[in-house]
């Protein structure tokens, strides 16, 4: 009796992780490492099992002569819907998120610093340097909110939004800091124009 419950424990566990085994990377030629995995895994796993949406990443280091809209069509025959993947090609520096969840993909891969969060991290950074997995995860991150913030779900193992409130801070800071020497500029300049009289 014993065996048959722990065989029967076994089997359903086994069972339910083949069946929950949502594996987030669709294709990986070699570019994301195995820490940015698994932390893409982790968040993509928490988005699926509070919300049903698969967000997974393909990260080709070149097209082979399709286009990038063609090996998105081809990927997106095999997913089932609710879902949104990150597709990027680095040789041929193309990158886009395609989905059928409505959500700002747009601001994503927004080029502008304030708005997107995977555009910037790949320009900003310094040659020789690693710049797709920081990228990728952060973008992977933000869609992630975005997606979760459509079904109105809070992500514990996300950090999509940490990126821009530091970068709003530090913004504030600055413009704080330009307002403070020029107001005190001012004011000095008063208190010598009053002295003189």
Do not use: W
């Not at 294709?27 to 932390?39: A, F, R, V, Y």
């Not at 998105?72 to 989905?99: C, G, Q």
Request: charged content about 25%; some cysteine; glycine content about 6%.
């Amino acid at each position: 009796m014993k065996k048959v419950i722990i065989g029967a424990v076994f089997c359903t566990f086994f069972l339910n992780n083949l069946f929950a085994n949502n594996d987030v990377i669709i294709e990986n030629d070699g570019i994301l490492e195995n820490i940015t995995t698994s932390q893409m895994q982790l968040i993509g796993d928490e988005l699926y099992e509070k919300t049903g949406a698969f967000l997974g990443v393909v990260a080709l280091k070149d097209l082979n002569g399709t286009n990038i809209h063609e090996k998105s069509f081809e990927i997106s025959k095999n997913l089932k819907s609710p879902y949104a993947f990150i597709i990027i090609s680095t040789n041929d520096k193309k990158i886009d998120i395609v989905t059928d969840i409505n959500f700002d993909k747009d601001a994503v891969l927004s080029p502008y610093p304030n708005k997107g969060s995977i555009i910037p991290l790949l320009v900003s950074t310094k040659k020789g340097k690693d710049s797709f997995n920081p990228a990728l995860l952060n973008g992977y991150a933000d869609c992630a909110e975005k997606i979760a913030k459509i079904y109105n779900v809070k992500l514990e193992n996300s950090f999509g939004n940490t990126n821009r409130i530091i970068l709003d801070l530090i913004r504030l800071f600055v413009y704080g800091s330009i307002v403070l020497v020029l107001a005190s500029g001012f004011y000095y300049k008063r208190i010598k124009k009053n002295a003189k009289k």
